[in-house]
């Protein structure tokens, strides 16, 4: 098992995430992570903290049209953001910032990221900004 199966890359014989995700039915922290950003702008929310401690946003029980395609596990949640920030998966002895962007057909979402690790509890707050494709 690499690092890969963890988000649903690929699985122990190496087949597509697609399709280990069809036969196992594991949550994937990158389909959340997808559908959080959009869920961020269709709430018109442009900042948004995920807490370890706390329940994921989309498990509050939304229509089945605006519910996530999953809900995996905080910890897999917060991992994945730290990859698409840049970052290790490991936790931070202080806070850390990251950033990446998730192009769109006529603009660019800019995504902010600040984790704070803590011995029992870990927080990323989530900033995301609209800007023209250039």
């Known amino acids: 098992m690499g690092i890969l199966d963890l988000f649903g890359g690929r699985n122990a014989a190496g087949e597509s995430g697609a399709k280990s995700r069809a036969d196992d039915k594991q949550p994937s922290a990158i389909e959340y992570v ?12 442009t900042e948004l903290t995920i807490d370890s401690k706390h329940p994921l946003p989309g498990s509050e ?11 995996p596990d905080n910890e897999a949640v917060l991992n ?12 931070h002895a202080k806070p850390v910032e990251g950033s990446f962007e998730k192009p769109r057909e006529h603009h660019v979402l800019a995504i902010t990221t600040l984790f704070h690790d803590g011995p029992d509890m870990s927080t ?8 023209p494709k250039s």
């Open 34 to 45: 997808d559908w959080l950003i959009g869920y961020m702008l269709r709430m018109s929310r």
């Open 61 to 71: 029980g939304l229509a089945p049209d605006a519910a996530p395609p999953c809900l």
């Open 80 to 91: 994945r953001l730290k990859i698409l920030s840049g970052l290790n998966i490991v936790r």
């Open 124 to 131: 990323c707050a989530i900033r995301v900004r609209i800007r």
